[in-house]
């Protein structure tokens, strides 16, 4: 599932590398899926931890 959702966020991004990108990415693809998506709270809270996996263990960095 994760994968989906890193996936899906460098989709939205127009296949940037994670790397180049930071909080603001993540919020506006946030936004994106609460707003546009209308997705659940419990599938936000996946695709959010998914976003901080990638950047915490695969990137090596960190966002608020």
Do not use: C
């Not at 790397?19 to 809270?45: C, I, W």
């Amino acid at each position: 599932m994760y994968l989906r959702w890193i996936a899906s966020y460098i989709h939205f991004h127009d296949k940037r590398h994670p790397a180049s990108m930071g909080d603001n990415e993540v919020e506006r693809y946030l936004e994106y899926l609460v707003l546009k998506q209308d997705v659940a709270t419990r599938t936000q809270a996946t695709a959010l931890n998914s976003l901080s996996f990638l950047y915490k263990h695969i990137i090596k960095k960190s966002f608020r």
